[in-house]
């Protein structure tokens, strides 16, 4: 059973930093991104940032100059950096990751339970 464990949400002050981790678990043959959503009260989830498996990065424009993604291939790990944190990333954080379980079949969608990032003012 594959899995996304995220870690390192919490609450911090206008202007902090923060860094999410997720690492994927479990039978699967590879990744080819690993991505990171978010979701505030009230709103659709909507995308924050992704690297795929050549190294490529894209990222939002609300978070671009602010937010790093980083994936550590060996582990199959994914951060996410956070600075110049503003009120308006509150959210719940999600990776996300598009994982083939066997070579040869195309990869599905895996979600993580989310990791809840507050910035006060």
């Known amino acids: 059973q594959v899995q996304l464990l995220e870690s390192g949400g919490g609450l911090v002050q206008a202007g902090g930093s923060l860094r999410l981790s997720c690492t994927a678990s479990?039978?699967?043959?590879?990744?080819?991104?690993m991505a990171w959503y978010r979701q505030a009260p009230g709103k659709q989830r909507e995308f924050v940032a992704v690297?795929?498996?050549?190294?490529?990065?894209n990222y939002a424009d609300s978070v671009k100059g602010r937010f790093s993604i980083s994936r550590n291939y060996a582990d199959n790990t994914v951060e996410l950096q956070m600075n110049s944190l503003k009120p308006e990333d509150t959210a719940v954080y999600y990776c996300?990751?598009?994982?083939?379980?066997?070579?040869?079949?195309?990869?599905?969608?895996?979600w993580g339970q989310g990791t809840q990032v507050t910035v006060s003012t």
């Open positions: 996300n990751a598009d994982i083939r379980k066997s070579r040869g079949r195309p990869g599905n969608d895996y």
């Open positions: 479990g039978n699967f043959a590879s990744i080819s991104a």
């Open positions: 690297q795929v498996s050549g190294g490529a990065k």
